[in-house]
């Protein structure tokens, strides 16, 4: 059971899909990515890779007028874009993003995954989306491997995300808002501990690009050099015995 909010799924956006899927590969050695069809009804194409059970997706507009295409501009190359989050309880997150105003963009309801794309400019510095999953170990954004079950898969994966934001303090009490947690603050840095999966979302004061995601924390076998790829930083390290996500 999931006992909390867990950051499932990073996407990344960029002008060429398959080049920065091939980096993202050569870099962590990941299977060979899904590529969704269904997000041709958005104007894109996608890669998304397995991180132990958690998943790093690349999208990249192929007609103008498309959301991750004004992004792109926006942010002046690729970029971190989207944060996924599965929620224990879907239909109370959708009820505190109602109270709060927050205006949804796109939901999907379906018998094993329902997903709710929020408006980026009332929860500021990425696209914010809640979705759930039944059972909670599949992930059938990912493909018919993970549709209904999880496969057998490697250990780790996605720990933690850097957004850079105009209001720090603002911003994390609006994420924290939509996932029905709390913020500590220290030295400039607001963060929201999602203790049931052992990750952390930083909140620091964007620098010239604007805002968005700019790093992803990864955990894995072994600690590796940090590495540059579609305008964001991957830091790696060791896995520690109970303390990464599985």
């Known amino acids: 059971m999931l006992g909390g909010p867990?950051?499932?799924q990073v996407a990344l956006v960029a002008a060429d899909c398959e080049k920065t899927a091939r980096h993202l590969q050569q870099a962590f050695g990941w299977p060979d990515?899904?590529?969704?069809?269904?997000?041709?009804?958005?104007g894109l194409v996608n890669a998304v890779f397995a991180a132990g059970d958690t998943f790093v997706e690349v999208v990249a507009p192929t007609q103008p007028g498309t959301t991750a295409g004004r992004y792109l501009e926006r942010r002046g190359g690729d970029s971190g874009y989207m944060a996924i989050f599965q929620m224990p309880d879907l239909a109370q997150a959708r009820g505190r993003v109602a109270a709060a105003g927050i205006r949804v963009v796109w939901a999907a309801d379906h018998d094993d995954i329902a997903g709710t794309h929020l408006h980026p400019k009332d929860v500021p510095g990425a696209i914010v989306s809640l979705d759930w999953a039944?059972?909670?170990?599949?992930?059938?954004?990912?493909?018919?491997?993970?549709?209904?079950?999880?496969?057998?898969?490697?250990?780790?994966?996605?720990?933690?995300?850097?957004?850079?934001?105009?209001?720090?303090?603002?911003?994390?009490?609006?994420w924290a808002e939509v996932l029905g947690l709390t913020v500590t603050a220290e030295s400039g840095v607001a963060t929201i501990r999602l203790?049931?999966?052992?990750?952390?979302?930083?909140?620091?004061?964007?620098?010239?690009?604007?805002?968005?995601?700019?790093?992803?924390?990864?955990?894995?076998?072994?600690?590796?050099?940090?590495?540059?790829?579609a305008g964001v930083q991957f830091v790696t390290a060791a896995s520690i015995a109970g303390g990464e996500p599985a």
């Open 6 to 8: 867990r950051l499932r």
């Open 195 to 229: 203790e049931d999966a052992r990750q952390d979302l930083r909140f620091v004061p964007a620098a010239s690009g604007g805002e968005g995601i700019t790093e992803v924390r990864l955990t894995g076998d072994r600690e590796t050099p940090p590495v540059q790829i």
């Open 134 to 174: 039944n059972p909670p170990e599949s992930w059938r954004w990912a493909g018919p491997d993970w549709t209904g079950h999880a496969p057998p898969h490697d250990h780790g994966g996605v720990s933690g995300l850097t957004i850079e934001v105009s209001d720090v303090a603002g911003a994390a009490a609006r």
């Open 33 to 42: 990515p899904f590529h969704d069809p269904g997000v041709g009804h958005f």
